[in-house]
């Protein structure tokens, strides 16, 4: 890795950045096994500094290039990667077929739940909406009963840039702290990330992301069933009857905890 001249095609099959959250997931699905397994990680953020020398949190803005924003959005996310043990040491299976990035820059997701194919959720790039591409700020999560891997999105509004006091989506925005002036520059860059044309799009973020770690070819899915916020992990637990519920925080202050049966 040359972090001077790092490229998005680059990150997209490097380890993410920033992790919250991690998950060993048994190999082979379904046993007990402590010697190999996938370890699922969540890269909820990018540090500038750390990616490019020389940059600093007062020119991040000057600096930063289309490029520079796809190579941010790659390594945000998810990863799942394969380890094994052997004695006392572990290692990455470098040439498992499971291993795979996850990314707020190309991983297609499905829409699940009640928001699926509601008019706030389309956009010029996806008129069903029914698709995006992405997710980002990927706090803790959780594992479910069977199997899978949730992965929460929580501070949207960071990513965001344009006009936030106008538009019939002005009020939503308020709420969730979208004020145009996010901490990232992706919409200087990229449209689905400026608010003036695409006033949908962060609508599309701030939900809970379910992952199958142990079929590469899945596509993730955003579960809207468990509401839209700035969500702080997704715990899952069974209850005495068999039914599964999922607890989540919304990571905002004077908001709450949240529970899914």
């Not at 899978?148 to 702290?177: D, M």
């Not at 400026?194 to 079929?215: A, K, L, T």
């Not at 005495?240 to 049966?261: L, P, Q």
Request: aromatic share 8%.
């Amino acid at each position: 890795v040359n972090p001077s001249k790092q490229t998005p095609a680059e990150q997209e099959v490097q380890f993410g950045m920033d992790n919250d959250f991690i998950a060993f997931m048994p190999l082979p699905r379904g046993s007990r096994s402590s010697n190999r397994g996938l370890l699922c990680v969540n890269h909820e953020r990018n540090s500038p500094h750390l990616s490019w020398p020389g940059m600093t949190a007062k020119d991040y803005a000057s600096k930063m290039t289309r490029e520079r924003v796809e190579t941010e959005m790659a390594s945000q996310g998810h990863s799942v990667i394969e380890i094994a043990r052997t004695g006392n040491r572990w290692q990455v299976v470098e040439d498992s077929a499971y291993n795979r990035r996850i990314t707020a820059r190309s991983t297609p997701m499905r829409v699940s739940g009640p928001a699926a194919g509601r008019a706030r959720m389309r956009t010029r790039d996806d008129p069903a909406g029914t698709r995006i591409i992405g997710t980002l700020n990927n706090c803790a999560g959780g594992v479910t009963p069977w199997g899978t891997v949730l992965t929460a999105e929580e501070n949207l509004q960071n990513y965001f840039t344009g006009n936030a006091a106008i538009g019939p989506e002005a009020a939503a925005w308020k709420r969730y702290g979208v004020n145009g002036r996010g901490r990232y520059v992706w919409g200087r860059h990229i449209d689905r990330f400026n608010i003036d044309r695409e006033p949908n799009e962060p609508n599309r973020f701030g939900w809970v992301v379910e992952i199958d770690p142990y079929d590469p070819q899945s596509m993730p899915v955003k579960r809207t069933a468990l509401g839209r916020f700035k969500h702080e992990c997704a715990t899952s637990a069974v209850s005495h009857d068999g039914r599964v519920a999922i607890y989540s925080g919304d990571d905002e202050r004077m908001d709450y905890v949240y529970k899914f049966v």
